[in-house]
């Protein structure tokens, strides 16, 4: 076992003439970091990118673990490989179709590799009413699509979305392997799910060619741990070569002895998902007694993400957000217009959903009922003038950002968390958009850009 050599060797007397350049030392003597486990490839303590020892051992368990053929360590997070995959799974100026809900690491892929993206829109989230954020991707839509642009490689969707709305890949792994085209999951917040009845069924199981899962999101792995799946033989070897391009060639050990010890959790977790899930119903029944929040509920979700609503309410995502930091010490994962995310894990305690359920519903009985009118989500992809790699040498202008309207934007504008963007380079910045991204602004929800100018400037182009 990796961890167990690590530990083994910081007990040794060897004397380490190699990187790191902490010798293993805690200089700071605090004793938080493991600066006595970080190693670098030293003999007999593999290669990520060409393993055959511990660290294949660890991705052989992985692959068990999640019932696949093929699992990779991913230390750059999910981020690493989706890049990877979307390099092994096209070649540079494909056409491909992209859920337009993805994260921006799709979308950086993109513009790497020339891609020649079209984009779906997935539904509005359901359930009695409408809400702020996106549902499920229409397997119908995909095959619409396809038929459009016969000539596409690639469909990249989000499944679940950072909501936890999954889609139905079944359906859309048949309709893409009907069309001649391979399907890539960016599962990174489903790492859970095949450990419980409860949770959607993976991706991997449901048919996609390769699905990226991030370990640190929902089990008990240190931050930028993910694995990337697939079944397909042929693939694999595609995948380990663009891994080798695309991850640090200076992997870490701490980070890897954390995704070996996340198994062999998952090895054994049987009861503590059981809590886990008792503990998620019993917030879900306790929760029935507020009258104005609400937490969303439908079919086919991640019932661990709880979506708090404040549609009903004088509160904006971003106030609740505030609320709960500042009077009750409870940090949210991210919050927007009018909801706020807060994560849960099998890691979370008894005491932990209690004090949730306590503050919401102290919150519940000061706050006051008040619809606000907010804006409509977005579900026709601007209009386009370039691809996103045909901007990089385009001729740019700083204009203010109200004046760059009916313009085309040189830049990204994405809400973060979680990274989805709003306008891509070679778009239009058209009125609703910019309509709803000032909205969000005045709402506290964080927007962000590649341009540093922004929000009072935006780089457009010259055409």
Same mark, same amino acid.
């Given at each position: ?12 007397? *060897? ?70 995959? *979307? ?55 995909? +095959? !619409? ?115 070996? !010890? ?51 309410? !004088? ?10 930091? !500042? ?22 305690? +008894?005491?932990? /959903? +209690? ?16 619809? /606000? ?91």
């Amino acid at each position: 076992m990796l961890y167990d050599k690590l530990k083994k060797y910081a007990e040794s007397e *060897v004397y380490p003439f190699h990187m790191p350049g902490h010798k293993r030392q805690d200089i700071y003597g605090d004793g938080i970091i493991p600066y006595n486990i970080d190693l670098t490839e030293i003999y007999d303590f593999d290669n990520l990118h060409s393993p055959n020892g511990c660290i294949k051992e660890i991705e052989e368990k992985a692959a068990q673990i999640y019932g696949v053929n093929n699992a990779f360590l991913l230390v750059n997070g999910a981020t690493g490989g989706i890049i990877s995959a *979307v390099r092994a799974m096209s070649r540079q100026g494909d056409r491909v179709l992209i859920a337009r809900n993805c994260h921006k690491s799709v979308y950086n892929a993109a513009e790497l590799l020339e891609l020649k993206a079209e984009y779906i829109f997935p539904n509005q989230a359901e359930s009695d009413v409408k809400h702020q954020f996106y549902g499920s991707v229409n397997p119908n839509d995909i +095959e !619409n699509k396809l038929r459009d642009f016969p000539d596409t490689k690639l469909v990249i969707i989000t499944s679940p979305t950072y909501e936890g709305i999954c889609s139905d890949i079944k359906a859309i792994s048949d309709i893409c392997r009907n069309h001649g085209a391979k399907l890539l999951v960016d599962e990174a917040h489903g790492a859970h799910f095949p450990f419980h009845e409860a949770f959607p069924s993976s991706a991997i199981y449901q048919g996609a060619d390769a699905v990226v899962i991030s370990l640190h999101k929902t089990l008990p792995s240190l931050t930028q741990t993910a694995l990337l799946l697939t079944n397909d033989g042929e693939l694999a070897k595609k995948l380990r070569s663009n891994l080798a391009v695309f991850e640090t060639s200076s992997p870490s050990y701490v980070l890897m002895a954390s995704i070996e !010890n996340c198994l062999r959790f998952l090895e054994n977790s049987n009861e503590a998902f059981q809590k886990y899930i008792d503990n998620l119903n019993l917030f879900y029944y306790r929760i029935k007694t507020l009258k104005k929040l609400n937490v969303f509920k439908c079919e086919n979700r991640d019932i661990g993400k709880l979506v708090i609503l404040t549609e009903n309410t !004088n509160l904006t995502g971003h106030q609740l957000a505030n609320i709960l930091r !500042n009077e009750y010490k409870i940090e949210t994962e991210m919050s927007s217009v009018d909801y706020v995310i807060a994560m849960t894990s099998v890691c979370d305690t +008894e005491s932990g /959903f +209690e004090c949730l359920y306590n503050a919401l519903t102290e919150i519940d009985s000061k706050c006051s009922i008040n619809k /606000f009118d907010t804006p409509n989500l977005i579900f026709e992809a601007p209009e386009r003038k370039l691809f996103a790699y045909e901007c990089q040498d385009c001729k740019s202008t700083l204009t203010d950002f109200k004046s760059a309207v009916g313009k085309v934007s040189l830049e990204y504008i994405y809400a973060y968390p979680p990274g989805i963007p709003l306008i891509v380079p070679g778009e239009v910045l058209s009125q609703e958009i910019y309509d709803n991204i000032m909205y969000q602004l005045k709402s506290g929800v964080d927007i962000s850009s590649s341009d540093k100018n922004f929000p009072q400037k935006l780089s457009v182009a010259e055409l």
